[in-house]
């Protein structure tokens, strides 16, 4: 038998209230979730000291309790019905990240993550860019040791750190880069020295129709 949880992290008043109408949504369909609020509960590093460091911490609290694929949702998320084909489509890559083709990696990327990773401002213009809110990690896959690991050497190294915006080019001097997206670039940057192909949208905050069709919407009251 497969286990399969979603797993979300909030700690701040409107977060929670958004995280308890996800857990509400995704336990009404006979899903279990994980819905941490305390930093200490699963070893993270506070958001000023690493952004966005409680979704690795959250996914390794929710594999500790025994989970294979575990899915990851911002608190904005709602579950609208089931989602079977999309379990097996996580299944079949290990990893699930959303393709976003909106934007690219180096519109999004400071200076200092695509040195880490040794790819130039023109080459990171064509990486594409993925969609963060939702993400998911079957751990029988051995993708996503590699990917997860990777992540947290990211991290560690302080790659999830940056600036929203480069209005007063502290990210780059290169007109192109638009700010840094913490977690979100690293995991950009992983899939393509990775080779981890980005999959197609479960989740689209501007309300169209995702290309999937899997039901993921904003929660309305957020």
């Known amino acids: 038998m497969v286990l399969t ?3 979300s992290f ?19 369909r006979g899903y279990d979730i994980q819905t941490f609020r305390d930093l200490a509960e699963i070893g993270s590093p506070s958001h000023a000291e690493s952004p966005y460091a409680f979704k690795y911490y959250s996914i390794l609290a929710a594999r500790a309790r025994g989970y294979d694929i575990v899915i990851w949702c911002d608190s904005i998320v709602t579950m609208l019905k089931p989602i079977r084909p999309w379990i097996d489509e996580i299944r079949k890559v290990g990893v699930y990240l959303q393709h976003d083709e ?6 999004w990327s400071n200076d200092k993550a695509l040195e880490f990773f040794g ?3 023109d ?8 969609y963060a809110c939702v993400m998911a990690f079957d751990f029988r896959h051995p993708a996503t040791d590699r990917f997860l690991s990777r992540w947290k050497e990211c991290m560690d190294v302080g790659l999830f750190r940056g600036n929203y915006t480069n209005t007063e080019q502290t990210e780059s001097q290169d ?8 977690d979100q670039t690293c995991a950009e940057l992983i899939a393509h020295e ?3 192909p980005l999959s197609p949208m479960v989740l689209n905050v501007y309300m169209h129709t995702p290309k999937y069709g899997i039901p993921y919407v904003p929660n309305p009251s957020s």
């Not at 909106?102 to 519109?107: L, Q």
């Not at 080459?123 to 993925?130: G, L, Q, T």
Request: charged fraction near 20%.
């Open 123 to 130: 080459d990171a213009i064509k990486i594409p860019s993925v």
């Open 102 to 107: 909106s934007w690219s990696c180096g519109m």
């Open 175 to 182: 007109p192109r880069c638009r700010g840094h997206r913490h």
């Open 10 to 28: 909030a700690n701040q008043e409107n977060f929670i209230r958004q995280q308890n109408n996800l857990a509400k949504s995704v336990q009404t």
């Open 5 to 7: 949880t979603f797993v």
């Open 194 to 196: 990775q080779n981890i």
């Open 119 to 121: 790819v130039s401002r």
